[in-house]
Structure formats: structure tokens, C-alpha cells
């Protein structure tokens, strides 16, 4: 069984700074993509940043400049430097990864691997 678990998250002033985790544990094979995604109660999940294998970027426009993800190959850790925080940025931010494993001995990739979620709440 393979987990991702967030953490980081936090209550913080507006223009302050967090950094949130998300560790991969389990029989991991390989990780490529992985992603943060974020939800506001009752609207859309939405891409906030994600990283390719060999660290290619893409960023949410709302965020650029703002926002940076990184990763740490060796500990199957993603990483989301958030900067310059603004209330909007008030959600419960998820972590994302395609995960190759072994389960019960037998090859098994998720293309959509999910975290629990970690509350982000940015005060005015």
C-alpha cells in the first residue's frame, strides 16, 4: 500500500510564508509527475503547481511568482514554498503523484494518487 501524507499547513497572516510536504511511503517502483492541488469548500479542485520527474514546471497563473514547488527524488518528497500568501489562497491543499508500487507482489501504477489534504488559511 502506497501513502501520500501532507504536511505544513497552517494558519498564517496575509504576506507571510509556509512550505508544505507530501512524503510518498509503501513499495514504490517510481514516482513521475507529482502535483499540488488545492480546494476551496464547494468549488473545483484546481492545479496549483506541478514538477515532472526531471523537474520541468507549470504553476497555476494566480500563483506565479508567488510559489514554488520542488522534489526530492531520494525521499519521494514534493515540496510547495509558498510566498507572499494572500487570503485567497485559503484552501485545503492536496498532494498529487503517479506512483508505480507493488501490491501483493504485482506490478500497480496509480496515475491519480491522492493525499489526505492539509488545511491552508491565509488571515487579512
Known amino acids: 500500500q502506497v501513502q501520500l501524507v501532507e504536511s505544513g499547513g497552517g494558519l498564517v497572516q496575509a504576506g507571510g510564508s509556509l512550505r508544505l510536504s507530501c512524503v510518498a511511503s509503501?513499495?514504490?517502483?517510481?514516482?513521475?509527475?507529482m502535483a499540488w492541488y488545492r480546494q476551496v469548500t464547494g468549488e473545483q479542485r484546481e492545479l496549483v503547481a506541478e514538477?515532472?520527474?526531471?523537474?520541468?514546471?507549470k504553476y497555476a497563473d494566480s500563483v506565479k511568482g508567488r510559489f514554488a514547488i520542488s522534489r526530492d527524488n531520494a525521499k519521494n518528497t514534493v515540496y510547495l514554498q509558498m510566498n507572499s500568501l494572500k487570503p485567497e489562497d485559503t484552501a485545503v491543499y492536496y498532494c498529487?503523484?503517479?506512483?508505480?508500487?507493488?501490491?501483493?507482489?504485482?506490478?500497480?501504477?496509480?496515475?491519480?494518487?491522492w493525499g489526505q489534504g492539509t488545511q491552508v488559511t491565509v488571515s487579512s
Open positions: 498529487n503523484a503517479d506512483v508505480s508500487y507493488t501490491r501483493n507482489g504485482v506490478y500497480t501504477r496509480e496515475y491519480e494518487k
Open positions: 509503501g513499495s514504490i517502483r517510481s514516482i513521475g509527475t
Open positions: 514538477i515532472t520527474i526531471v523537474g520541468n514546471t
